[in-house]
Structure formats: structure tokens, C-alpha cells
């Protein structure tokens, strides 16, 4: 007996599917890129159909998304009481300002410590489990107990944190409307804190106008820098999706002893030194860059993948030498700078009290 | 032409429990960072083979039922191949893209 499961037929369906949707409304746009790119318009109308944006956040079945759980989740967020020290929130590392992380290198932690890592940045968040660079947490809500609770980092016994949100006559009353008839618990405090991180969402950027159908919403250079990021240069085997990630795990060269995901899944070589794809959405607004923060520019980060790595048994396969142009480079730059979205200031909220 | 990875320790332990499982062959597709099945229900004996049909490279990983596989690197285009001996319930997902998971049930 000769059972085949395989969804080659459906997945070939699907694929016609997008690719005709997305050449039915980018036939000028494409016809734009056409001229400018080494693809074909088909070619790259099917590249497209692999960015558009969703309509849905993500949301557990037992956290569903709700407004009061969104305003509550805010003011823990920006909250520097929930630090040991009162003077770190949430936002201090992952600024809105700054593209939801912090502009340095590394992290700065309790008492002004250095942190091992670059603080990634929560945008898009909500599709992006395993959380963290070595991806040690599953969920969103299991995520936020780390940064809190670690003493290099906000310092604060998750215990104390909640007796400090008890207390408290405003978070009472915004736990009781996001909580109806529950306690205020670290599960409660963790579910509020990952709502809210659900919510912060990337804004349409001029690559997403395009991929839309508006042909001058993206420069010439940056039509071509699409086209040599899904070929040439390979980005996209990493880079994928909508937020230009594959949410894995990859070696991608980079000097030092920290093992990142291996040390979370022991035994397979090729997780050595290898850490989560982040996104590029905004990505030119967020320097430095890697999971080290050792690369201060987008050219930089262009060299490194091009040339600059240490080639090692467990470098990534995805990372190769493609030998980039000059026009190459400064195209892939204005490709990157067209995921920017450039999105509305982030209102402070009033903390309770 | 498609590469095959067939794991030896494997093939020592179908050869020792003495059974043939050339009976049933299932094919799943790894294509689009997803398998192509999310739950898989096979006869005790039958061979899946995983079809790495991304243009990235995968890790296969089969757990379950005191059995621990590991494809190692699965670049574009190559199979690896599982047979499936012990009835029971496995997790299949991929050591590189986490969200890779399905399970197979060996009947």
C-alpha cells in the first residue's frame, strides 16, 4: 500500500493563486521593476505574493487580544516602578523612539550593567515566537517574566512585582477592567504586558504601497535591491515574509564565544553560535545591528554577509559569498530604507497611581 | 536528482526487530517554512519521507517513544527518509525554524 500525503497539488493551487492575484493589481508596478531588475515581471509578481501583509494579529486562545487588556499592558510597559531599581520600564530598553530598542550595542541593565546582547526590537512581535535571540522563550507572556525578573536586567522578583501592582488603587482598577473577576497574579500581570506588545505593529511602508500595486511608491534603487535580495544575494533565505524573517536560527558568522541557540537545544552543530533572524521592518532606523550590535551601518551589514565572516562548521548554508556589485550594495540599502514606515509618535501613558 | 538521507542507526534498528517496513511509504513536503501535514497517522513499519522543497536548508528532528532522530543538515532538494517501528505518538519539527512542527501517529 502506497500512502502519499503530500501537499504539492494544493501548495501548487495557492501558488497560482497569489501569483495572479498579485500580477492583477501590480501590473504597473511590476512593469516599473521590469525595466530596472534582471527578473522577469512574472518572476518578480511571484516574489511579491510573498509579502503581503496580514489582516490579524496572533493572539492565544487563552489571551485574546482585548482593548483594556492593551491599555493595561501599556502602562506596565513604560512603567519604571517594576524595576528593581524604580528607574528602568520595559520602554527604556525597547524605546518607541528608537525603533523600539535602545540605539546601543548591547543592553544596559540594573545599575547601569552592560548586557551580553543587542536589545532586539518588539516590533511585529506578535508573530515572532520563540522570543528572544536564542529563542529560550516559547510565548510572548512567558517572555516578559525574563527581562523582568533577571537581576542584570530589571532586577525584579516577579512575586514583588505583583504585591507592588496590588497596591496600587489605578493598576486595581485597570487589572479589574482587563481581568474581570480574576486576581492580580504574574499570569495576569505577563498576559497584559504581551497584549500590549501584540498590538506594536510596524505601520505600511513604501515597500508595502508597492507590493500594492503603486509604482512610484518605491525608488528605481530600491526596486532593484528587491530583486538582488531574493537572488543574488540571498537575503531572502532568511529574510522572509512580510516581516523579512524565517523566525530560525543561524550561525551567521560573527566573531565570539557566545553559542547563542545551542546552548538552549545541545547536540545539533549547526545551531552553534546561531541566533534568530530579526526582522527588517524599519530596519534602516534601528543601528546598530546583530545580535552583538557590532555592525553600526546597513553597508556594514552588507560587507559582513558579502565577505566579512568567519567561516566555521556551523556557519549558516544560507550565508554565501555573493560577490556584490558596488551598485549592488547601495541598491539592497535603498531597498532596506523602503521598509520604513515611519509611524506616528507613541503617546505616553499616564501611570496609575 | 534528489539526495536521500537514510539514517544508519535506524536501519540497524529495523534490521534487529526483524521487520519489514517496506509496507507503507508516506511523503511529506517541507516547502514555505511549514510541513506539509500537520498530524500524519502511518502503519508500525512504514517509511515517511520529509522533502525539503524550500530553498533554505532544514533539520529534521523526530522525537517520541524513547526514540530521538536527527536528520542533520537537510539542504534544498534533499529527502531524508524515517521509518516509524514503534507504535505511538512522535513530534516531528525542524531544529533550525521552530515553527516547523507536525506529528505522526504510528498505528
Known sequence: ?353 | MRKTILLSSLAVLVSAAGICWAAGMATVDQRGLAFSISKLVVKKGDIVTFTNNDNTSHNILVSGNGVSLNSGLQKPGVAFKAPFIKPGIYQVNCGIHPKMKMSIVVE
Open chain 1, 1 to 353: 500500500m502506497n500512502r502519499v500525503f503530500s501537499s504539492l497539488r494544493r501548495g501548487q493551487l495557492l501558488f497560482a493563486m497569489g501569483a495572479s492575484f498579485a500580477v492583477g493589481i501590480c501590473g504597473l508596478s511590476i512593469a516599473q521593476a521590469q525595466s530596472h531588475g534582471n527578473s522577469s515581471a512574472s518572476t518578480i509578481a511571484v516574489m511579491l505574493a510573498d509579502f503581503r501583509r496580514p489582516l490579524n494579529i496572533p493572539a492565544p486562545e487563552d489571551n485574546p487580544i482585548t482593548p483594556a487588556k492593551a491599555s493595561l499592558g501599556k502602562a506596565l510597559f513604560f512603567d519604571p516602578r517594576l524595576s528593581g531599581s524604580g528607574a528602568i520600564a520595559c520602554a527604556t530598553c525597547h524605546n518607541p523612539a528608537l525603533g523600539w530598542q535602545d540605539g546601543m550595542a548591547r543592553g544596559v541593565g540594573h545599575h547601569g550593567g552592560v548586557l551580553s546582547r543587542h536589545t532586539p526590537t518588539i516590533l511585529n512581535i506578535a508573530w515572532s515566537e520563540p522570543l528572544f535571540w536564542d529563542g529560550r522563550a516559547a510565548t510572548l507572556e512567558e517572555q516578559a517574566k525574563g527581562p523582568l525578573s533577571a537581576p542584570a536586567e530589571m532586577n525584579m522578583p516577579l512575586d514583588r512585582a505583583v504585591e507592588i501592582l496590588r497596591a496600587n488603587r489605578g493598576y486595581r482598577a485597570g487589572f479589574a477592567a482587563a481581568f474581570p473577576g480574576e486576581p492580580i497574579t504574574i499570569d495576569t500581570m505577563v498576559k497584559a504586558i504581551a497584549t500590549y506588545q501584540r498590538t506594536v505593529i510596524s505601520g505600511v511602508a513604501p515597500f508595502d504601497r508597492w507590493v500594492n500595486g503603486e509604482a512610484g511608491a518605491l525608488p528605481e534603487a530600491a526596486k532593484r535591491g528587491f530583486v538582488t535580495f531574493e537572488t543574488k544575494a540571498g537575503c531572502a533565505a532568511c529574510h522572509s515574509g512580510w516581516r523579512f524573517t524565517d523566525d530560525g536560527f543561524h550561525d551567521t558568522g560573527l566573531p565570539g564565544d557566545d553559542m547563542g541557540r545551542a546552548k538552549i537545544m545541545p547536540g545539533l552543530p549547526i545551531l552553534e553560535h546561531a541566533f534568530k533572524t530579526p526582522t527588517l521592518r524599519n530596519v534602516a532606523d534601528r543601528a546598530p545591528y546583530m545580535h552583538d550590535g557590532s555592525l553600526p551601518t546597513l553597508e556594514a551589514v552588507i560587507n559582513h554577509y558579502d565577505h566579512g565572516y568567519i567561516d566555521r562548521p556551523s556557519l549558516s548554508p544560507e550565508v554565501r559569498r555573493p560577490k556584490l556589485t558596488v551598485q549592488e550594495k547601495a541598491d539592497l540599502v535603498a531597498f532596506m530604507q523602503s521598509l520604513s514606515s515611519h509611524d506616528r509618535n507613541v503617546t505616553l501613558p499616564n501611570l496609575p497611581r
